[in-house]
């Protein structure tokens, strides 16, 4: 079964083509980071009138590419939510317009569940049940995966999300949106034990997370340096690299503590931050400790994409999922 994946729930357009049988066949993305940073961030509006401008162009790309055509299709798989509203119903419209003329089934995935099952594009995919770290701008959750849709959740943020504790951070760094990549070059310039960050949450018992003391404290520690006059390009490194210790820190102590609890070896980290180089680096070496493994996507697989709601897409609809008639865009919608 050939199933073609949308995804539009914020600032990128990705399409892709998966197959049941071959695995991925094609893949395409369209970023409106470009668009979105004069604002500091991304304007919905825009956001949506940029989807519709690019989801057929980018649908017919992949096709060419995979040297198939519209009518090779055998299901379509979009983001129904989490997300803009907007940007949600540019996909699933699309998505329906384009099942209703094919004659094909249609189905709306869980955005969260595509970037959990994103590791599974890759070679030596992770076998069920294991633990699962989803860190993204929007969550940060610990979860038990026991399957496809058997998902227990084990914590979770109480406030901010790691992701957007890192664009908060960038921002307050004088830093261009979307601030993880670029906290995280900037932290590499960075003078270790300059600064020592809190680790929140870590010195009691649960897996619950808390990312917004820890935004307090970063501006607390920039604005005092700004006072003193010393906000200079080496202090700001030195501070985006305490401010990502201490996240990759935090997060590795409650994966571990997640790991003992559960007694899984397979831990699988999905969502934008997990392309975050010293966090795969902290969980390497926790894993390697306690003789279990660590799984992760490629880089552009971390962040939004087409081929992980295309791969969700594919596993659910092999179960007989489908929509119906319904367009289905759930702006908030807990996995
Ligand atoms: O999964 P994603 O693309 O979109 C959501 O579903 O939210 O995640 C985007 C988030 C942003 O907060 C971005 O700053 C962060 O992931 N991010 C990173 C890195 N790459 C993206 N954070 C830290 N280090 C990175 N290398
Ligand atoms: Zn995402």
Request: hydrophobic content about 40%; aromatic content about 6%; proline content about 5%.
């Amino acid at each position: 079964m050939l199933i073609l994946g949308i995804e539009t729930s914020c600032d990128e357009t990705g399409v892709a083509l998966y197959d049941s049988d071959q695995g991925l066949l094609a893949h395409a993305l369209f970023s409106q980071i470009a668009m979105h940073a004069d604002y500091g961030g991304v304007v919905p509006e825009l956001a949506s009138r940029d989807h519709v401008r690019k989801l057929l162009p980018l649908c017919d790309q992949v096709l060419a590419e995979a040297g198939k055509v519209r009518g090779d299709i055998g299901g379509i798989a979009y983001t129904a939510g989490p997300g803009l509203v907007g940007a949600l119903m540019v996909g699933g419209s699309v998505a329906h317009a384009l099942g209703f003329a094919l004659g094909i089934p249609v189905l709306g995935v869980h955005h969260m569940e595509g970037h959990l099952l994103a590791p599974m594009l890759e070679d030596n995919p992770p076998a069920f049940p294991f633990v699962a770290l989803l860190v993204s701008g929007g969550h940060t959750q610990l979860v038990l995966v026991n399957g496809i849709g058997e998902y227990e959740m084990l914590g979770e943020s109480v406030d901010d999300a790691a992701g957007e504790a890192f664009d908060k951070t960038a921002k307050m760094l004088g830093l261009d949106y979307p601030g993880g990549p670029r906290v995280a070059a900037l932290a590499e310039k960075g003078t270790p034990g300059r600064y020592r960050f809190p680790r929140p949450m870590t010195d009691r018992p649960g897996l619950d997370f808390s990312f917004s003391g820890l935004k307090t404290f970063t501006l607390n520690t920039v604005n005092a340096e700004e006072k003193a006059g010393g906000l200079d390009d080496q202090t700001r490194a030195d501070i985006a690299l305490a401010f990502e210790a201490a996240v990759v820190d935090t997060l590795t102590i409650k994966c571990r503590r997640a790991l003992e609890q559960t007694g899984s070896k397979r831990l699988v980290i999905a969502g934008g931050v997990s392309a975050n180089k010293r966090l795969r680096a902290g969980l390497e070496k926790m894993t390697e400790k306690l003789r279990a493994g660590v799984f992760y996507a490629r880089p552009e697989f971390c962040t939004d994409n087409g081929a992980m709601i295309a791969y969700a897409g594919c596993q659910r609809m092999k179960a007989g999922q489908q929509d119906g008639d319904r367009i289905v865009a759930v702006p908030r919608w807990p996995m």
